[in-house]
């Protein structure tokens, strides 16, 4: 495996970045190709992005798939997206695992499509012991979602109202092994969370950006971690 290394200008490299990758619809009705073109380029970033960013010593990325809102959209674009994606883990699942990364979802996986789940699974299956960077991948994913299913969970298990806590809470989100966000980018030029990770972000940098999903290079992933690295995270105190 290539040895990983941080570029001397980036002094300080976040340990989990989360992508909000938006604005794939644009970008193909900019150029009058269906929005289902745009997602497809979109995927293809993905699988860019994933290079990229292996190169580093990062160790988490959390990509935003598909939110529990999506389901508002025509339901050809869903059941395109959801060929795109299962099209895409089946694709590159050899290559992920060759490169030594280990991939997990969040979400409510039980709502997607049979194939969909099952090319999950399997992908989560072979390549649950690699290390060199965990790629986390929200499906059917919402904040307020998790929250609400870690709470379900949390009462069913008996936990007694005097012993929840940030900490015994975290334990019951979709996965409580991979720690808070440090960075979080959103492309396509909307600036907000759209209930991304809600509970992981409360300390987060963030990083917006008006280039659309599909051109997103690694210039732009530069810019971004150059300025997470100038900043100065206090997290409440005085720092
Ligand atoms: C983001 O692109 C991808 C998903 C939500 C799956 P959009 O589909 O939101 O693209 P815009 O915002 O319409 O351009
Ligand atoms: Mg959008």
Not at 16 to 26: E, F, K, L, T, Y
Not at 33 to 38: A, I, N, S, T
Not at 51 to 56: F, I, R, S
Not at 204 to 229: C, G, I, M, N, Q
């Amino acid at each position: 495996m290539v040895a990983k290394s941080t570029p001397k200008q980036l002094e300080r490299l976040p340990n989990h970045v989360a992508i909000v990758p938006d604005g794939n619809g644009r970008w193909a009705e900019k150029r009058g190709w269906p929005r289902l073109e745009g997602h497809r380029a979109g995927a293809e970033n993905m699988h860019r992005m994933v290079q990229y960013l292996n190169k580093y010593p990062i160790n988490y990325v959390t990509l935003y798939g598909f939110s529990t809102e999506n389901w508002n959209r025509p339901e050809s674009e869903i059941k395109g997206l959801f060929q795109i994606l299962t099209a895409f883990i089946d694709r590159y699942l050899d290559e992920i695992h060759g490169k030594g990364i280990r991939l997990r979802h969040i979400g409510r996986l039980h709502q997607l499509p049979q194939s969909l789940r099952e090319s999950i699974t399997r992908a989560i299956a072979t390549t649950r012991d690699n290390t060199s960077m965990t790629l986390c991948v929200a499906f059917n994913y919402g904040g307020r979602a998790e929250i609400v299913d870690a709470m379900q969970r949390l009462i069913a298990d008996g936990v007694r109202p005097e012993d929840i806590t940030e900490e015994s809470l975290s334990k019951y989100l979709y996965a409580a092994d991979i720690p808070d966000v440090d960075l979080l980018i959103r492309t396509g030029d909307e600036t907000r969370l759209s209930n991304f990770l809600l509970w992981q972000t409360a300390y987060s940098e963030y990083h917006f950006t008006r280039v659309l999903w599909p051109d997103f290079r690694k210039r732009d992933l530069d810019r971004a971690l150059l300025s997470y690295s100038r900043r100065k995270r206090r997290f409440g105190g005085l720092g």
